[in-house]
């Protein structure tokens, strides 16, 4: 039998039935596991269904792969994204056919914006199964399209494993990619030849010397400039290079508002994050003549407003690509430190975290510096706190070493699921998660996994009531004084949310504070202790 997908009826010679034994002892979606661990591929988060029940059952014969239970797709995929920030290496995924890859597209959205490698494996109906439109048939790759960079549909059971193989270098090339790898039932269950070797997998490109020479004559020029910041460029050796070229030259460092994974805190090159509003973001650039981009694209506004520009660009600044997103921006910044001169490492932030706050009613900002006091060195903070934290972001800036990990995507509902993903990248590390109430009911599936897998995780749920973001929105777009209507639309009493037993129902430890003390309280236990905690901070 050919790896041609069927077109007619049932294979003959009782091909359709499950495999037993096969010539390799293996079926094709055991070859596909193997394939995967063998390069480098050790966690798979699932949400399954019949289609995908073979990928189940090698799961069983096939040491190396750990499996997570995800009882949403949303949070499979997001978790794959915060695995994949954490670790630079892919998690894969196991959806069920086009709905469940439909139900997980927000957050492969996000984490494709991300640049994090993901291998999604969706399930399929069997070839021969396909050309009678039962119910869950839907055209798969179309879905996949949209928030992949990679996608085929394997056409038999003996391309299984090459598929596998090509999907995950296909996620570790370009610096990150999401790669989909759609398995009929068929493929899954008929008898495969072998597993498949790692493929290589091509580092990111270097940047020209051109490029390299005309940032180099931009910041001697003794104009004012900025370096505009993203991936690589914003932690480890790249970050370092950006602080000594900014203490030689007097440049600026800036990340984008939604930088995917920053190193904040002490010890850490202070960067300044570039605002979210238009208006806000020109004016915050105003001055700069020379905007080197790294990493980035030049700033363009998240929604288009009325009145407003698009391009957030000030007037008479001009921007100069070093690294493309696909190119080593890290090499390029140290390569431009020794062209500039900026052989001695640059200034850090100093351990200053702000004072508690005295014993009052809770607010956003009270909660983030209360975070700030005590986050311990190391934290990965997955942040989804929207307008609650953004303001106070800055209260961050001398806690501790930390990692930060923002919503690259704009797709709300990614925060649990991030959280989850850096806690089993990186398990000797806390994980703390900063969710808004209404984006945490887009996922809040997420707590039951954090509780079955045991995970390091403490949720802060700002319990404002409300899409306070769309409040804002309502004005910023002109859309005209808001009635009733309206409101409800942006309103989440009638009923209120209850997160304690949310929580506890999926078996987290929960509690809601009212007051700063109170927090500080909880908060400081939840850090101090083990497993998934969270406290509903009302606001």
């Known amino acids: ?64 792969m750990r499996a997570v239970l995800g009882l949403f797709e949303g949070v499979a ?70 928030v992949s960079h990679w996608v085929v549909s394997s056409r038999g059971p003996r391309s299984v494993a090459a598929d596998a193989a090509r999907a995950v270098q296909a996620a570790r090339s370009e610096q990150g990619q999401v790669a989909s790898l759609i398995l009929p039932a068929d493929t899954a269950w008929l008898p495969a030849e072998r597993t498949a070797p790692p493929l290589p997998v091509p580092g990111p490109a270097p940047v020209s010397g051109t490029a390299i020479d005309q940032s180099a004559e931009a910041l001697r020029s003794g104009h004012p400039a900025a370096l505009l910041l993203r991936g690589e460029a914003l932690r480890g050796a790249g970050l370092r290079a950006a602080g000594r070229i ?47 981009l790294v990493g980035t694209q030049a700033p363009i506004a998240f929604f288009a407003y009325s009145g407003q520009p698009s391009e957030m660009v ?9 690294a493309h997103p696909h190119e080593d921006g890290a090499a390029a910044l140290e390569a431009l430190a020794d062209r500039v ?24 900002e009270s909660v983030m510096r209360i975070v700030a006091h005590l986050l311990p060195e190391h934290a990965i903070v997955s942040d989804e706190s929207l307008t609650a934290g953004f303001p106070y972001y800055p209260l961050l800036e001398a806690a501790a070493p930390h990692d930060h990990l923002n919503l690259s995507g704009g797709a709300i509902g990614g925060g ?40 390091d ?14 409040l804002e929105e309502l004005q910023g777009v002109g859309a005209g004084e808001a009635g009733q209507k309206a409101l409800s639309m942006l309103d989440l009493h009638d009923p209120t ?24 309280a909880a908060f400081g236990a939840a850090i101090a202790g083990r497993g998934p905690h969270l406290i509903e901070a009302l606001v």
């Open 497 to 520: 949310l209850d997160w304690v037993q949310l929580a506890q129902g999926m078996g987290v430890e929960a509690v809601r504070v009212s007051n700063t003390r109170t927090f500080a």
């Open 246 to 292: 900014a203490a030689a030259t007097g440049a600026r460092l800036i990340c984008d508002t939604f930088a995917p994974r920053i190193e904040r805190g002490a010890g850490r090159v202070r960067v300044e994050r570039l605002p979210y509003r238009p208006g806000q973001a020109v004016a915050f650039l105003l001055g700069i003549r020379s905007l080197i």
């Open 341 to 364: 001169g900026a052989r001695g490492p640059g200034p850090v932030i100093r351990h200053r975290p702000p004072e508690l706050p005295p014993d009052r009613d809770l607010d956003p």
């Open 416 to 455: 649990i699921p991030l959280a989850i993903g850096a806690a089993i990248a990186c398990p000797d590390r806390k994980v703390v998660n900063l969710q808004g109430d209404g984006s945490a009911m887009y996922t809040l599936q997420g707590l039951w996994t954090q509780a079955r897998e045991r995970l």
């Open 1 to 64: 039998m050919d790896d041609l997908a069927y077109t007619g009826g049932a294979p003959a010679d009782g091909a359709t039935s499950p495999a037993t034994s096969t010539r390799s002892g293996m079926t094709g979606a055991e070859s596909l596991v193997r394939t995967l661990v063998a390069s480098g591929v050790e966690v798979c988060f699932a949400n399954p269904g019949t289609s995908e029940m073979h990928f189940v059952s090698a799961l069983d014969r096939v040491d190396g």
């Open 314 to 322: 000030p007037p008479g600044c001009e921007p100069l690509v070093l």
């Open 77 to 146: 995929t997001g978790a794959a994204d915060g695995y994949g920030r954490m670790t630079g290496r892919p998690a894969a995924t196991l959806l069920h056919l086009g709905p469940g890859l439909g139900n997980g597209l927000a957050n492969l959205h996000n984490a494709r914006k991300a640049r994090s490698p993901v291998v999604n494996v969706i399930g399929d109906h069997a070839t021969y199964h396909q050309r009678f439109d039962v119910p869950l048939t839907s055209d798969v790759a179309a879905f996949a399209r949209t």
């Open 457 to 470: 995780v403490t949720t802060v749920i700002f319990a404002n009531r409300s899409y306070k973001v769309l």
